[in-house]
């Protein structure tokens, strides 16, 4: 008579040991993408782009071809944990509700999937400044020319991904906003960068002159306060249980269909 008592104990131990390691794992997450696209997005770029003068931009590249390349290392780093993210934040904020949670984990899918396509315009110009035999045709000051322009490119790629990105994190700051087990500050900072990722996006395509770069900084808040905060304190795994209907499939666990 005492033994589906305590089978439903242990049950909802090992849930809320599991809803609290995706937290954590989230929080690892938001950590390592907020490191390497810090390093690939920002330090390396200020180190090796002239963006007005393709020919020193060449130079540093050549210079410094492996710095180049671990700027790459860090895009596909980043790109990877967006992933394993997507996966998590779904099973996090499915409780409040499955559709916009899913809308929100596609959002964040086509984002990264646009951004994996555009890093190979970063990637090109080691090709383009290698010296093979089939670019003799194209003169020096060409093939600089043609450096510059595909990190132009890639730069309108990572344009692209931001829209998405933005639209995914506002989705998910009014999630986490209703959700009750995690705190309602979060989401309104979420929403407030989410938004200006796609507000600048915008004005870049529609009024250039009005798209300050500085607009992107205000989803830094959000950004590093919820890896804080998923990293120390986690969730309210009571209040996400009261949200949810525990369903142990396989070890996993599944919010209400």
């Known amino acids: ?11 909802a131990h090992t849930r809320a040991a599991s809803v609290q390691t995706y937290a954590r794992i989230a929080g690892v997450l938001f950590l390592l993408s907020l490191i390497a696209g810090g390093f690939g997005e920002a330090y390396v770029p200020s180190k090796l782009i002239v ?3 393709a020919t020193a931009t060449a130079q540093n590249i050549k210079a410094l071809e492996f710095l180049f390349r ?3 290392g860090g ?6 944990c967006d992933i394993g993210l997507s996966l998590i934040l779904y099973v996090l904020l499915r409780p409040v509700s499955k559709d916009i949670a899913l809308l929100a984990a596609f959002f964040g899918l086509v ?37 510059l322009l595909s990190l132009r490119l890639f730069a309108y790629g990572g344009v692209m991904f931001t829209v998405f990105y933005g639209v995914a994190w506002v ?4 999630l986490i906003f209703r959700s009750t087990y995690l705190p309602r500050f979060l989401g309104v900072l979420l929403v407030l960068g989410g938004l200006a990722f796609v507000a600048r996006n915008f004005l ?18 959000g950004g590093l306060s919820l890896t804080v905060w998923l990293l120390v304190k986690g969730i309210d795994v009571q209040k996400w249980e009261a949200r949810a209907v525990p369903n142990d499939v396989n070890g996993s666990i599944k919010a209400p269909e």
């Not at 008579?1 to 049950?11: C, E, H, I, K, N």
């Open 1 to 11: 008579m005492t033994a589906a008592p305590s089978g439903d104990r242990r049950l």
């Open 51 to 53: 963006s007005s003068d």
């Open 70 to 72: 671990m700027g790459f």
């Open 75 to 80: 895009y596909l780093v980043e790109s990877v």
């Open 111 to 147: 984002g990264t999937a646009v951004f994996a396509v555009s890093e190979l315009f970063y990637l090109a110009p080691t090709l383009i400044l290698g010296g093979a035999g089939y670019l003799k045709t194209f003169a020096p000051d060409q093939l600089n020319t043609l450096a």
């Open 171 to 174: 989705l998910r700051g009014y």
């Open 204 to 221: 870049l395509a529609l009024a250039p002159a009005y798209a300050p770069s500085s607009l992107l900084l205000l989803m830094l808040p």
